[in-house]
């Protein structure tokens, strides 16, 4: 086990400082922009911590999703792409055709949706979600 902190604790860190000793000092006129600051440090903590395991598992949705729609829904080796954007863009695609309208198909789609939406919403306003995992 490492001592020498990551990326995630060093933005916790300036964060705290910042909120505890920069933000009491500051002029009325700076505190939206350095509250604004924190917000991001926070998201960017979360999502250094948290980001490639959401991305890994949308990743893995997305190709079993599209597998399952069928050709209507693949394009040259789509299921096997581990391009999240690529992926991304052949689900619009397959929904635009019609991949996804039978029942089972769309319970599927709207399962991956709420799931990736969930993950990322953990990431970037985590406050949102409470009450509702």
């Given amino acids: 086990m490492s001592d020498i902190p990551d990326a995630s604790n060093l933005l916790a860190t300036a964060r705290e400082v910042?909120?505890?000793d920069f933000l009491p000092v500051l002029p009325d006129e700076l505190r939206?922009?350095?509250l604004m600051i924190a917000n991001a440090m926070a998201i960017s903590?979360?999502?250094y911590r948290q980001g490639e395991e959401a991305l890994r598992a949308e990743t893995a949705r997305l190709r079993v999703l599209l597998e399952s729609a069928g050709p209507a829904a693949t394009g040259p080796g789509a299921p096997h792409d581990t391009d999240p954007v690529a992926l991304r863009r052949l689900l619009v695609a397959a929904i635009r055709?019609?991949?996804?309208d039978d029942p089972p198909r769309n319970a599927a789609l709207v399962d991956h949706?709420?799931?990736s939406?969930?993950?990322w919403t953990t990431i970037?306003?985590?406050?949102?979600?409470?009450?509702?995992?």
């Avoid at 055709?97 to 996804?100: I, L, Q, T, V």
């Fill in 117 to 119: 939406s969930a993950d």
């Fill in 18 to 20: 910042l909120v505890k």
């Fill in 45 to 47: 903590a979360r999502e």
């Fill in 32 to 34: 939206h922009a350095a």
């Fill in 113 to 115: 949706l709420t799931r």
């Fill in 124 to 133: 970037s306003n985590p406050k949102a979600l409470r009450g509702t995992r």
């Fill in 97 to 100: 055709a019609g991949a996804f």
